[in-house]
């Protein structure tokens, strides 16, 4: 009996939480890791992009609600997502236009891309503020739980509850759904191998005919859509607050270069990996011992190898240990 | 002459790496440039490819001025390349990297894949595994297949047996034989210049960026001092 | 020369621009925005070193402020006996413990061959955590339960705190050191990212270690290296020289009250004026002594042997410069200049708030100083922290002022102008990031591009 109860503990405060954070990390690992593939560049305003998606999709998610329209148990803002994409589309081909291509066309360095792409980042930071303000926004409705802790322990006379949030469950499924179809389109279409074929080998691609400007738009068109559905996802669960998307740019970058900069496949595990390292090190498991333990053995204290402050350390020490010893990323080359 | 290119000059930045140089080449027709390093011969091949701004030249395919075509415009024309380095994609599958060769392609490609295992047997039972993880000699021949995809009728290589044993050499310019075979005109840039002689119709020699020699393989090959100076006696 | 010309010009129009300032607004205020002006200037000289003569991007900035600002805590503030006492041996024992261990991986590294000695290195530094929660965590409860109100921390040394500017940048160089080991074999995106992640560690600690710096209950009224405002009214000599500046602003005043008055006012005014006076000509004089070692630097053997590394690392290598220790050096040096300005910054706002540190504000900002000022310039990265901190901070007012003549017939109250005005703030990132955009497009070496030095 008592372990069951650990491992529902386990589920509830660990893998229920990872599976949720890594999905959230992976869409924002893939689509830094497609920009950086294909584009050649670490985008270091990509916190504050899903922060202006995420925006976009609350700005009209409100405009749905005071319409009445609503989605039932499933949160509005999903009916919301396809106007942040296309918004989001718009402001990466504009800035893309404006800024990127110039410094493309001239063969710049990869510091200069990132010094701009911080320009960037200033622009969205303050264009998100000055809409929307800095504050928290909640705009989760529908239906909260799938089932909660004591919902759980009712029906199953356990002594641990298991909650399920709705957020935590959509998130899964749509990154599956969206995971699934991209990486469809990216290994088994024409256009999607293609990409591939151009953020491997620029050159080979341009002399197979392939047209870098079909390649490029249709980047910024996908890293819009995982942007949006990441931050909209991410806001959902937690909350809206501008600040701390930028905050969740660092565990991406980690994830993504676990996971091979440049192989999105990579970047999708790299997310989990990244959210399974952190959440797992930072839970206190006192009571997992307790409930496994004989009694005499049970400890005292937390047992918690790392506090949660330190979270940063540990996305710190996974890619500090990967790029000096697997700086090609620890998924190279395998396929799905 | 199927394809050619006449008094082409120029170089990067403000430096002519090659002055005044011309080659031709005829449907199936093996013509080698060749010359010490640095003499211009990769360079000379891009100058063709539209890759290299030319300060003056022209290049001619079939009677039509190229010269003013860009790159993909000539690989649209028919003309097919295989760089040196660099010429696969690594992480695509052998199979893919057919599929990207065909990619201005509509029709057929399954069919051409097909062809391009019969010509290249032992890269067939590789379709399905990343071109990066292939050995050396293996990679070359999904290069040439990779450029080969389009039905060029010009193929051009860029030192296709560099860096590989000789028994490779060997196989490669086997291949290379076998696709002359299918009327294509081939023209490549060679380091290995006595066995590109032996397999080629015509040869060029390049020294410092000007044409020096030309001639049939035979007369390059058993010249006196052609052999002394650049065959290594 | 045109650059020497070029840095007259503009530092002419700053101080034009300062005078106005002082006219139209305050003399106090432009007093502080030259203080911070100076400040940031050398936090961009640090980063220009390491960025403009190395090409090293470290986005850790904000780490080696903070570290600067705990060093003025750890320096400056008197110790607390008790919390000494209650745990000052167990933290003794830890930090020996944590450099032994340091040491120890170093030295596995550097000596050893064994095959798996990566997964050594590695398995130590796990097995590091909970062996030094087990040997500090008692002491530091114990430590932090001593007032926790107003104490909760050991406090520092007690020392003047001009010393803690020193040891701040001591210190900056020493974790620079453990991170340039680690990190700069890496290349430049790579780096920034590590550099970004760790000074996020860097916060984390100073955030929640409270028993070290009280953490985000933050440390206030720390010393100063100038004299009080409330002392300067005090004494007998300030207001004599007030009184004798303003003779004939006061002589004017016939009302023996109102003369008092009035004298009393400019008192207290002018004793804000004349502390921060004193702060502008210490940290003025930093500034300068800092400008003529790293101009004299530039000049030397050294400074062209690591701007031939910048140009050209793999010729530098292969004329036998041991580039990875060269980078070190600069980034160590560099760190610690920034050390010292962060150190110089808490000085000056006499309070440490480790919550205050966020990356936009403390490392990206500081980065629009340098690559606007002229990467690889002295002058230039010190034109960058002036010119960059004026616009920051006149910013807002500058808005508020536009907003009120461009909605000036609009309603106070209306949503509108009320949102726009609440938004003042966020205006200046607005301003930084285009600002950014521009420089980098049309003007990429910045505003005082390096100069080609022949010497």
Same mark, same amino acid.
């Given at each position: ?113 990132i010094v701009v792409s911080l320009g960037i980042m200033f622009v969205l930071n303050a264009i998100?503020?000055?809409? *929307? ?76 005919? *392939? ?126 | ?44 091949? =891009? ?24 790159? &993909? ?5 028919g003309i097919s390349f295989v760089p040196q380095t660099q010429n696969i994609f690594t992480e ?13 392609? &509509? ?7 097909? =062809? ?21 000699? &293996? ?70 960026? =000007? ?16 052999? =002394? ?5 | ?25 305050? %003399? ?22 390491? %960025? ?21 805590? #750890? ?8 919390? %000494? ?14 450099? #032994? ?42 430590? /932090? ?107 004017? +005043?016939?009302? #023996? ?23 502008s000509i210490i940290f003025a004089l930093v500034l300068i002594v800092l400008l003529i070692f ?7 053997? %050294? ?118 005005? /609440? ?13 950014? #955009? ?13 100069? +080609?030095?022949?010497?």
């Amino acid at each position: 009996m008592d372990f069951i109860n650990s491992i529902v503990l386990l589920t509830n405060f660990i893998f229920v939480p990872a599976l949720t954070y890594g999905s959230q990390l992976a869409l924002g690992a893939i689509g830094v890791t497609l920009i950086y593939g294909v584009l050649r560049f670490a985008n270091f305003a990509y916190g504050d992009l899903m922060a202006f998606s995420t925006m976009l999709v609350i700005l009209f998610t409100w405009y749905l609600q005071s319409k009445g329209i609503s989605l039932g148990i499933l949160p509005t803002a999903i009916l919301a997502i396809p106007i942040g994409i296309i918004g989001t589309i718009f402001i990466n081909l504009f800035f893309d236009k404006t800024v990127f291509e110039y410094y493309r066309n001239k063969k710049s360095s990869p510091v200069t891309f990132i010094v701009v792409s911080l320009g960037i980042m200033f622009v969205l930071n303050a264009i998100v503020r000055i809409i *929307i303000g800095p504050n928290d926004i909640n705009f989760m409705d529908g239906e909260r739980f799938i089932i909660k802790a004591n919902e759980f322990k009712k029906i199953t006379g356990l002594d641990e509850g298991l909650a399920i949030k709705s957020t935590q469950f959509i998130t899964l499924i749509i990154t599956i759904i969206t995971c699934s179809v991209l990486f469809y389109f990216l290994n088994k279409t024409k256009t999607g191998k293609s990409m591939r074929a151009y953020s491997n080998n620029e050159d080979l691609a341009l002399l197979s005919g *392939i047209d870098p400007s079909k390649i490029i738009f249709l980047t910024w068109v996908i890293v819009s859509i995982l942007a949006t559905i990441a931050g909209t996802l991410y806001g959902l669960d937690k909350s809206f607050k501008p600040f701390t998307y930028f905050n969740n740019l660092l565990p991406i970058f980690a994830a993504t270069i676990v996971g091979g900069i440049g192989n999105p496949l990579g970047a999708f595990y790299g997310g989990f990996v990244i959210a399974f390292s952190e959440i797992g090190l930072t839970y206190a498991y006192k009571k997992f011992f307790v409930y496994i333990l004989p009694e005499y053995l049970e400890p005292n204290s937390l047992v918690q190898y790392i506090s949660t402050d330190y979270k940063f350390a540990i996305s710190f020490a996974i890619l500090v240990v990967v790029l000096l010893y697997k700086p090609n990323g620890i998924f190279k080359g395998k396929i799905l | 002459m199927y394809f050619s290119a006449k008094n082409l000059t120029g170089g990067y930045g403000g430096i002519n790496i090659i002055e005044d140089c011309s080659f031709e080449v005829n449907q199936g027709e093996i013509v080698s440039i060749l010359g010490p390093n640095g003499a211009g011969k990769s360079t000379a091949m =891009k100058a063709m490819l539209g890759i290299l701004n030319l300060k003056c030249g022209e290049v001619l395919l079939n009677g039509e001025n190229i010269s003013d075509f860009k790159t &993909q415009e000539r690989i649209k024309s028919g003309i097919s390349f295989v760089p040196q380095t660099q010429n696969i994609f690594t992480e695509l599958t052998v199979q893919e990297n057919l599929e990207m060769g065909a990619f201005l392609i &509509q029709e057929g490609i399954n069919e051409r894949i097909e =062809k391009m295992f019969d010509l290249f047997p032992i890269i067939k039972e590789k379709r399905n595994q990343f071109a990066g993880e292939l050995s050396g000699g &293996q990679r070359q021949q999904v290069a040439i297949a990779r450029a080969l995809m389009t039905n060029p009728k010009v193929l051009m290589l860029d030192e296709p047996t560099a860096g590989v044993s000789p028994v490779i050499m060997d196989e490669i310019f086997q291949h290379i034989l076998n696709i002359k075979k299918q009327n294509i005109a081939i023209l490549m840039v060679e380091q290995n210049a006595r066995q590109a002689l032996e397999i080629s119709d015509r040869g060029y020699i390049l020294v410092t960026g =000007k044409n020096a020699y030309e001639g049939n393989g035979d007369y390059l090959l058993n010249d006196e001092e052609i052999r =002394k100076s650049f065959l290594g006696g | 020369m045109k650059n020497n010309f070029d840095v007259k010009i503009a530092f002419s129009i700053i101080a034009i621009l300062f005078i106005f300032v002082g006219i139209f607004q305050s %003399w106090g205020f432009a007093l502080s925005i030259l203080n911070l002006c100076l400040i940031s200037a050398v936090m961009s000289m640090g980063v220009n070193i390491q %960025w403009g003569f190395s090409g090293l991007i470290n986005f850790g900035v904000m780490g080696f402020l903070a570290i600067g600002g705990l060093a003025t805590v #750890l320096v400056s503030v008197p110790p607390v006996y008790e919390a %000494w006492s209650a745990g000052g041996k167990g933290i003794l024992l830890s930090a020996i413990f944590i450099i #032994l261990v340091i040491y120890l991986i170093f030295l596995i590294n550097k000596k050893i061959k064994f095959k798996y000695k990566n997964y050594l290195i590695v398995s130590l530094v796990i097995l590091l955590i909970p062996l030094m929660k087990f040997i500090s965590g008692p002491s530091i409860n114990a430590i /932090e339960s001593i007032d926790a109100a107003t104490s909760g921390y050991l406090g520092g040394l007690d020392l003047p705190i001009v010393f803690s500017w020193f040891v701040g940048a001591i210190l900056a160089a020493l974790v620079a050191f453990v991170i340039g080991k680690i990190c700069l074999g890496l290349r430049s995106d790579y780096l920034a990212i590590s550099t970004l992640l760790i000074s996020g560690i860097i916060i984390s600690l100073v955030k929640h270690e409270e028993w070290l710096s009280r953490g985000v209950k933050n440390v206030i009224g720390l010393k100063r290296p100038v004299p009080y405002e409330i002392d300067l009214q005090n004494s007998i000599w300030f207001p004599k020289l007030i009184e004798f500046l303003n003779s004939s602003v006061l002589s004017s +005043i016939s009302n #023996l009250d109102k003369r008092t008055a009035m004298l009393t006012d400019l008192v207290i005014s002018s004793s804000g004026v004349f502390v921060k006076l004193c702060f502008s000509i210490i940290f003025a004089l930093v500034l300068i002594v800092l400008l003529i070692f790293s101009e004299k630097a530039l000049r030397s053997p %050294w400074g062209r042997m690591m701007r031939a590394i910048r140009d050209n690392e793999d010729a530098a290598k292969a004329m036998g410069k041991n580039v990875v220790k060269r980078h070190l050096h600069i980034f160590m040096i560099g760190s610690a200049i920034i050390g010292f300005a962060g150190a110089m910054l808490v000085t000056y706002d006499g309070l440490f708030t480790p919550s205050s540190y966020q990356p936009l504000r403390y490392t990206f900002l500081i980065w629009v100083m340098v690559l606007l000022g002229g990467t690889g310039n002295n002058y230039g990265a010190i034109l960058g922290g002036f010119v960059v901190w004026f616009i920051w901070i006149e910013s807002a007012p500058f808005a508020l002022f536009l907003i009120n003549i461009l909605l000036s017939n609009v309603d106070d109250g209306n949503s509108f102008k009320v949102h726009m005005v /609440e938004s003042i703030p966020y205006f200046r990132y607005l301003m930084m990031g285009l600002g950014l #955009l521009l420089v980098m497009r049309y003007r990429p070496k910045g505003l005082l591009p390096e100069k +080609i030095i022949r010497s």
